[in-house]
Each structure stands twice: as C-alpha cells, then as structure tokens.
C-alpha cells in the first residue's frame, strides 16, 4: 500500500486547511486510517483516526477543530483542519493499519508527510 499526502501549506492563525491523503495498491488491506504529526524538536503524535466503519476520533488538542473522513470508493482519506493555530505547525503523515485476508496484522503504511505551517 502506498499513501501519497497532499494540501499542506502556509495559513495564518484562525484560517483552514483540508489535507488529502490517497492510498494505492492492495487496499483491501487496509483497515483503520490516521494522520499524525510531528513538530520539530518533538515526537510525532496522533492526530485523529477512523476506522472502516467511519468512526472518528481525536486528539484532545484538536477536538472540535478537526474533522477526519474517509471516501472508501476513491480511496481517500481527508483531515479538514479550522482555527487553525500556531501550535499546529508541524508535519502530517497519514498512516494506514494493514490486515491480512486471514485478520492477521501486518504492520502500518505511512505516506511521505506534508508540511503544514501556521504563521502569521
């Protein structure tokens, strides 16, 4: 599976930004979807998840700011991101949970990042 992010950028505190994420390859592995972050100088950090079922959840420091969803029949997976702050700079990976045909786990896929900054 290979995971390719997209819409990250430079926006002022209080602006928006929707983040893409498409997945290729044998998608019928793949269960849960997430983005992660990871500031500088720190250790990277759930952001929200979302299971095959469309089940969100989040992260304290984004709750009611951020929005996952996922498009299973285009293989994408979205972070619609508000009020934006400055604390937000940082990298965003989206990540996958691989699952054999059995149900066997198989590891986690991670895209290549995309850097979001927020500044004014």
């Known amino acids: 599976v290979q995971l390719v992010e997209s819409g990250g950028g430079l926006v002022q505190p209080g602006g928006s930004l929707r983040l893409s994420c498409v997945a290729s390859g044998i998608i019928a592995s793949i269960n849960d979807m997430g983005w992660y972050r990871q500031a500088p100088g720190k250790q990277r950090e759930l952001v929200a998840t979302?299971?095959?079922?469309?089940?969100?959840t989040y992260a304290a420091s984004v709750k009611g700011r951020f929005t996952i969803s996922r498009d299973n029949a285009k293989n994408i997976l979205y972070l619609q991101m508000n009020s934006l702050k400055p604390e937000d700079t940082a990298v965003y990976y989206c990540?996958?949970?691989?699952?054999?045909?059995?149900?066997?786990?198989?590891?986690?896929?991670w895209g290549q990042g995309t850097q979001v900054t927020v500044s004014s």
């Open positions: 990540s996958a949970s691989l699952w054999s045909a059995s149900g066997s786990f198989e590891g986690r896929a």
């Open positions: 979302i299971n095959n079922g469309g089940v969100p």
